[in-house]
């Protein structure tokens, strides 16, 4: 005898949309949550990116850095970092579920990368070109001198990185992974990461957005 499955077993959750996320009490509580440690930790950095540039670090031999000459690229860096923030942004604002995942996975990698500067001290590569972000330099950086010691791992790149995973599969995600790919040879090209550091953010990013997905589905 054939059985048969209730609608809800086959048909797929709908996600949320922002007229239904605004009355559902799990939703407000964890971008509340998400909202408040991103707050924490914007006002913890310049303190602790001070530390980081303070204390002395290793020297970590390259041979690709040796071997590629140094030019400032900070222009066209971070001309295509903020292209892709922007462009995510549009996306993920109408969609509160992929929002908020975006969110926590961000937190956590912040989380992650805090744990890794602070485990890995480390000494800027030789003949480092200094990446002149307006943003951030004006806002999380509190020291006098350029911070050139917050290596391991690749913010820029991990950035990167979780957006295409944040936007879901499609064209954008393929757009924003090959952006991710620009990025990581630009810092390179700047001396402004060891090699490491960019090979390292692909799975933190990967690590941060699957642990925000176990943590704030709804």
């Given at each position: ?123 800027a590569p030789a003949h ?91």
């Amino acid at each position: 005898m054939p059985t048969h499955r209730s609608s809800a077993a086959t048909t797929p959750a709908r996600p949320l949309t922002w007229s239904a996320a605004r009355t559902h009490p799990a939703f407000r509580q964890r971008l509340l949550v998400a909202l408040l440690l991103l707050l924490g930790i914007s006002y913890a950095l310049p303190a602790f990116f001070t530390f980081v540039q303070a204390r002395p670090g290793t020297v970590l031999p390259d041979p690709l850095l040796e071997a590629l000459p140094a030019h400032d690229v900070s222009a066209p860096t971070f001309g295509v970092i903020y292209l892709s923030i922007a462009v995510a942004l549009i996306y993920l604002l109408p969609r509160p579920t992929l929002l908020l995942r975006a969110l926590w996975a961000y937190a956590l990698l912040h989380l992650l990368r805090i744990a890794t500067l602070w485990l890995f001290p480390l000494e800027a590569p030789a003949h480092l070109l200094v990446l002149h972000d307006p943003l951030v330099e004006r806002f999380f950086y509190a020291s006098q001198v350029p911070i050139t010691k917050d290596l391991f791992f690749s913010g820029h790149t991990a950035t990167l990185a979780l957006l295409s995973l944040a936007v879901g599969p499609g064209r954008l995600r393929q757009v924003l992974a090959a952006l991710t790919g620009v990025v990581a040879a630009l810092v390179l090209v700047q001396h402004a990461h060891y090699t490491y550091d960019v090979l390292a953010a692909i799975p933190f990013a990967f690590g941060s957005y699957w642990l925000a997905g176990k943590g704030v589905s709804l």
